[in-house]
């Protein structure tokens, strides 16, 4: 197999379509659809006591009017709890419409439909509903105050609570470490509201034609939402179509599924016997979607001379809104990547998951991790400065060694599975960061300073993915997995594995994601699992195509298989390249048949001689066609690195943060396409630099959400983003055949730990508390 292009930087196959404007998004679908739109609530915490629905009928192409009364059976109940959690003792999700309770301002009460939106927004001013107003329970710690209650039914606001403690090898505690530690620091830290913000709101088309039903979704996860809407409506799974259509992005929140519009669209779509629409607003995103990040977290630690951390206790409060769709993944994942790439001594972490009265939090890129490695890094900072050590030696004084792999950090990973980290060298890692931000020749003077954050990801979480492959009689090669794309360039990376196991030019390999009508079974996009896997479940199926190809090829060239080769799209003979067989023939002859459709079709039937008496046209276990179908489920999780470094400068008078430079090295195992693992790298810091210094979703005492619009949720413009300068440690996996590693949110993880360091450098003042804006930076200056 001479045709290499795993590895290289080849261009994304998909932007010629997107960059000229003819991608098809979710609104670009259903022009002659009925229009959807929803009455959501103004409120933070009421209860309905009437909908007045009789001021929506004088609208003239009005279709129908929906309240929580009218949606029948399944339709009608709570949404899925989709991660159960035996910690999880009051788990809670909403109605597709409310019932008797709003409980964020947002949630949807009224669904309607009318001829076009315009007429839809119309009737919803003028349905008024009556609500009784109660006390809405904002911020983490009002709501641990369990003073007012979001759910009657859940004691003090607590809708879970998990201890994880993992002792030092000497047997101790995490807390009898730190008791009898040379050295103790204690602390809290606190992480604001973000979200995910995808320049693309959600979505939902449906059209149903009497026996099926076919729904367009703005999703990460098709297949999901297909058994979602099959489970709630009551139809048989293979009578439901979802198609993720070109995707405007996602980053987490549209991996919740259903969302209630994801049902009550398909629902009316049925009843109605028409096709139904509805695209998500930007304030609809902004207060009907979903939230990450907020925390308060506080810290024990105990170590030594050497800055080597002989245990830590952290306790965290998270919020997380009004409903748990999600479970408890964020904190799940802030609890146990929170250790980082160092051997801790002994470790407990304790977190209570907290109801408020705000929007749901469910994984935004990076889920938790950020929260985590801001509470090690910090910490790493405070023992460096508390020892008035070099903070880099602090922490290659706690690195795991290479010789350590794997290495069992003792703890529950997200996936259920234990917290194995399966390849690394973090010691090489920060000696190559150094090295490229300069860390050891930089001069230091008020108003500059530098950062670092180290971090480890786990990636590539199970159950499974899978890969259809099949070569047809053109020679073309066409890849299907079940994974929806946002925009990370899929079809490129899986085409090179593809043309790569298959010996093709990449420019004949096609590949679909997110159609259930050409792959049914799959997880979904998000945990940075996509390459590691379906990318192996696409090399399994390759693998397999291949063997069946060279195997027909063999008998058609009267050679030994293990004597051929692909090349270009040409099986030969090795060393003698005119005993050859085009792949397009080897897939004709790979299927009899009893007709010809044109030249290359002839080959294969009845009177082409090439047949044998001696076996029937198919044999016995094989299949017509020269394809193949495979699944990759892992043993465990797959653990990339990294470590990021920045200099920022502080403005003396307005306080303003300015980075000038920013290095990340990083380690996702074997690279697929190093030019798309850099695009997303510095995605994510882009992201990470608008958590540190710009995002947050600010409510007031009443639940209303104070900037909900992009005219005051500030996000980075490329000013903002300096120029990143990237290198890369390849440490293979020993856990999959491709030997890859995620890396989707790599980019996002450390960000605010490496500003918050750098600016605490340049400052002089303790940064604990994320993101900072000039505003507090200046509080900060003066002693607030």
Not at 452 to 473: A, D, L, N
Not at 721 to 743: F, M, Q, V, W, Y
Request: hydrophobic letters at 40%; charged letters at 20%; glycine letters at 10%.
């Amino acid at each position: 197999m001479t045709t290499r292009l795993f590895g290289e930087r080849i261009q994304r196959k998909e932007d010629p379509r997107l960059l000229t404007g003819q991608g098809r998004f979710l609104d670009d679908l259903g022009r002659d659809a009925l229009a959807v739109a929803f009455v959501r609530s103004p409120h933070a915490h009421a209860r309905i006591l009437d909908i007045d629905v009789s001021g929506a009928l004088d609208v003239e192409g009005l279709v129908a009017v929906y309240t929580w009364e009218d949606l029948p059976g399944r339709v009608a109940e709570p949404l899925p709890l989709l991660i159960p959690h035996p910690a999880l003792t009051h788990g809670r999700t909403a109605y597709p419409l409310a019932k008797e309770f709003v409980r964020h301002v947002g949630e949807p009460v009224v669904m309607v439909v009318a001829e076009d939106r315009y007429l839809a927004e119309d009737a919803c001013a003028r349905i008024h509903v009556h609500y009784e107003l109660l006390k809405p329970v904002v911020g983490i710690e009002e709501a641990a105050q369990g003073a007012a209650l979001v759910h009657d039914d859940v004691p003090g606001n607590i809708g879970a609570h998990l201890v994880q403690e993992v002792p030092s090898r000497e047997g101790r505690s995490a807390r009898e470490a730190i008791e009898a530690a040379p050295h103790t620091l204690a602390f809290r830290l606190d992480i604001e509201r973000s979200a995910s913000i995808p320049l693309e709101g959600r979505g939902v088309h449906a059209r149903w034609d009497g026996t099926d039903l076919r729904v367009h979704s703005s999703t990460q996860t098709s297949t999901s939402v297909r058994m979602a809407i099959a489970a709630k409506l009551g139809l048989p799974l293979p009578h439901v179509e979802v198609i993720a259509p070109d995707v405007g992005g996602g980053f987490g929140v549209k991996i919740v599924h259903p969302w209630p519009e994801e049902i009550l669209v398909p629902w009316a779509a049925m009843l109605l016997g028409r096709e139904l629409k509805w695209t998500e607003d930007r304030r609809e995103h902004f207060i009907s979607s979903a939230h990450e990040r907020g925390q308060v977290q506080h810290v024990r630690v105990g170590f030594d001379d050497e800055g080597r951390v002989l245990g830590l206790d952290v306790t965290i409060l998270h919020d997380h809104g009004a409903y748990t769709p999600y479970g408890i993944i964020v904190p799940i994942i802030t609890s146990t990547q929170l250790l980082g790439p160092y051997k801790i001594g002994a470790y407990r972490v304790a977190f209570s998951s907290i109801y408020t009265n705000t929007v749901q939090v469910t994984p935004y890129r990076g889920a938790g991790r950020p929260q985590g490695v801001f509470c090690m890094e910090r910490t790493m900072d405070k023992i460096a400065q508390y020892l008035g050590k070099d903070r880099t030696e602090v922490r290659s004084a706690n690195f795991i060694q290479p010789e350590d792999f794997p290495y069992d950090q003792g703890m529950i990973f997200q996936d259920g599975r234990p917290l194995i980290y399966d390849s690394g060298d973090y010691p090489a890692m920060l000696a190559m960061l150094k090295r490229l931000i300069g860390w050891d020749d930089f001069e230091r003077r008020p108003g500059l300073g530098i950062g670092v954050g180290c971090y480890v990801e786990g990636t590539g979480v199970g159950p499974y993915e899978g890969g259809h492959v099949q070569v047809t009689s053109d020679g073309r090669v066409h890849v299907s997995t079940g994974l929806t794309s946002q925009g990370q360039g899929h079809e490129t990376v899986f085409a090179q594995i593809a043309a790569t196991e298959l010996g093709v030019p990449i420019e004949r390999v096609s590949v679909v994601t997110g159609d259930t009508r050409r792959f049914g079974y799959a997880v979904g996009t998000f945990a940075s699992r996509a390459a590691v896997m379906s990318g192996n479940a696409i090399a399994l199926a390759c693998r397999k195509v291949r063997e069946k190809a060279l195997r027909i090829a063999a008998d058609a060239l009267e050679a030994d298989p293990r004597d051929l080769e692909i090349t270009d799209g040409v099986v030969h003979v090795v060393g003698a390249p005119t005993a050859a067989i085009p792949l397009s023939t080897v897939a004709v002859l790979s299927n009899p048949l009893r007709y010809s459709f044109d030249a290359e079709t002839a080959k294969a039937t009845q009177f082409s001689g090439t047949g044998s008496f001696d076996k029937p046209p198919v044999a016995e276990g094989d299949e017509p066609g020269l394809e193949g179908r495979d699944y990759y489920s892992p043993l465990r999780s797959t653990f990339a690195a990294g470590m990021h470094a920045a200099i920022v400068e502080t403005d003396k008078d307005t306080a303003e943060i300015r980075i000038l430079r920013y290095a990340v090295v990083h380690d996702c195992g074997r690279l697929i396409n190093p030019m798309i693992v850099e695009g997303q790298i510095h995605g994510g810091v882009a992201q990470g630099v608008g958590g540190a210094l710009y995002e947050r979703m600010v409510y007031d005492s009443h639940g209303q959400l104070l900037n909900a619009s992009f005219m005051d949720f500030l996000m980075p413009y490329a000013t903002e983003i300096p120029r990143i300068e990237t290198d890369h440690l390849e440490t293979p996996s020993p856990l999959n055949p491709l030997g890859i590693k995620g890396a989707g949110e790599a980019g996002v993880i450390p960000v605010a730990a490496v500003i918050a360091g750098a600016v605490e450098d340049a400052e002089g003042l303790a940064v604990d508390r994320m993101p900072i804006s000039p505003s507090e930076l200046f509080h900060l200056r003066s002693g607030g």
